[in-house]
């Protein structure tokens, strides 16, 4: 649990949203490494900041993507 210092405020109001993503290829199969894990980190970290999110994990494994963004309303 968040402390009240990491709520964020809009008009009136008090909000901590956070969102857990995770992605696998088909089949589970060991792609993202190397160049393509980097490419994907780049890749994560630009839309989070251009939609405002602030990335509070981000783990890439072979198989599976793990992301955890904390957002506004």
Do not use: N
Request: hydrophobic letters at 40%; glycine letters at 8%.
């Amino acid at each position: 649990m968040p402390s009240f210092q990491e709520y964020g405020r809009i008009a009136g109001a008090l909000h901590c949203i956070g969102l857990q993503l995770v992605w696998c290829p088909k089949y589970r199969r060991p792609v993202l490494e190397g160049r393509v894990a980097d490419r994907l980190r780049s890749l994560i970290e630009a839309k989070c900041a251009e939609r405002g999110w602030t990335v509070e994990a981000l783990e890439i494994l072979p198989d599976q993507v793990r992301l955890f963004v904390r957002t506004g309303p």
